[in-house]
């Protein structure tokens, strides 16, 4: 999968969700699907006082989000998981 603002790629959620990655962020009243990396979520993230991860007021409106591939990802190992865990039962 790879990061949706920067692009840059990891293998797995796995290491994605042990490395900072978050799933989507709010950007001023709208939520944006992600993953995005923690390089990004250090200096254009922040959490809110509610506890949500918020784009950071001064960049609100401002950043240009690719096309993420984390649902397809995960639909793609989801049929995996599910086509082994029959065969092996």
Do not use: H
């Not at 009243?29 to 509610?50: A, H, N, V, Y």
């Amino acid at each position: 999968m790879k990061c949706a603002i920067c692009g840059i790629q990891i293998d797995s959620v796995e290491n994605a969700v042990s490395t900072g990655w978050i799933p989507y962020v709010w950007d001023g009243d709208r939520e944006q699907d992600g993953p995005f990396c923690s390089s990004c979520c250090e200096s254009l993230i922040e959490i809110d006082k509610d506890g949500e991860w918020v784009v950071k007021e001064e960049y609100q409106g401002e950043i240009t989000y690719l096309e993420g591939d984390f649902s397809e990802e995960q639909e793609s190992n989801l049929v995996v998981n599910i086509v082994f865990d029959y065969c092996e039962n």
